[in-house]
């Protein structure tokens, strides 16, 4: 009797112990499973990197971090990044969702990381949903393209805050009377006097009176109806001229709103002559004669036997 009783007694203990071992095991699985789940794909553009890493997975929903990293030697500004995507986002972070159409996703700054300096990147995050296998865009273009806003867009004043002969304290203010948000401002005008510096903004550029600056970060964006005043100080004083032939750009993302137009009347639009790397503000992108519509519609098909030259005349 008593052999019967210590034999159960080994084999409740037995099968505790073995109850402890495949709880741990299949902790540990499900673990190597939830690590297995993180993915990381890299896709390399023309100066930028983007860096897609799936940092969590559970049932019908993944959590995804991006990292846009600036490979080149210019700022990528005002940033928005276009690519493809089968899952819906339904939350992000330090970023927007701007549209998304047929899974074709535009997503772009908030404003506080609206620029990328070479060599440094910034992230943003996102959840989205998932019925299984995690679908991770293979490319990614970035939108974003300087355009000169029209002149009836904006208003600029120019004032003398103080002059004592040698030197002078100056201001340039910039007014937004338009309707829309003038993301990322630089401007551009001639003056015949030295400027020594701006306190809210920065000189990228200073020739032969020709002068280059661009906002200070914090007053990239000058919302409708807004104005921004630019101070500075330069030399000498006894001031008698003025800036002239002002020119304001900002930065803006080309699809749709933007892409579907033709700035520089050439006969293609702005978004097929971004994505060839032609300038859409310069009909003559390649400076060869020809108007880009006519070398892109005729002439390149034609040298591939698409269209008979003499029948497109």
Do not use: C
């Amino acid at each position: 009797m008593r052999f019967f009783k210590n034999l159960s007694k080994t084999v409740l203990s037995m099968f505790l112990v073995l109850s402890i071992l495949l709880t741990q095991f299949s902790n540990a699985l499900a673990t190597d499973q939830n690590s297995n789940s993180q993915q990381t794909k890299i896709y390399i553009g023309n100066g930028y990197e983007v860096i897609f890493n799936v940092t969590s997975q559970w049932k019908d929903a993944f959590n995804a971090d991006v990292i846009l990293k600036n490979t080149g030697d210019e700022p990528i500004e005002n940033w928005s990044l276009k690519f493809n995507m089968p899952h819906e986002i339904t939350n992000i972070w330090n970023a927007v969702v701007i549209s998304n159409a047929d899974n074709n996703y535009i997503v772009k700054n908030t404003g506080s990381n609206q620029d990328v300096e070479p060599g440094k990147s910034i992230s943003f995050g996102f959840t989205a949903n998932s019925d299984d296998e995690i679908e991770i865009p293979d490319t990614y273009q970035i939108l974003s393209f300087k355009k000169q806003v029209p002149s009836d867009k904006y208003e600029i004043s120019f004032a003398i805050t103080s002059d004592w002969g040698s030197a002078f304290n100056g201001e340039i203010s910039i007014k937004n009377i338009s309707d829309e948000v003038i993301e990322d401002w630089q401007l551009e005008f001639d003056f015949a006097l030295n400027i020594e510096r701006f306190w809210t903004a920065e000189i990228v550029d200073h020739s032969d009176g020709h002068y280059h600056i661009k906002n200070a970060g914090y007053n990239s964006n000058i919302k409708p109806g807004e104005t921004i005043t630019l101070g500075f100080s330069g030399n000498p004083g006894d001031v008698k001229f003025t800036p002239s032939n002002y020119i304001l750009t900002n930065i803006v993302f080309q699809n749709g709103y933007y892409g579907s137009k033709d700035w520089d009347n050439d006969g293609i639009d702005n978004d097929t002559e971004i994505s060839l790397g032609w300038d859409p503000n310069n009909s003559d992108s390649n400076d060869n004669g020809i108007p880009d519509g006519y070398e892109y519609y005729v002439l390149l098909p034609a040298s591939f036997g698409h269209v008979d030259i003499k029948d497109a005349q």
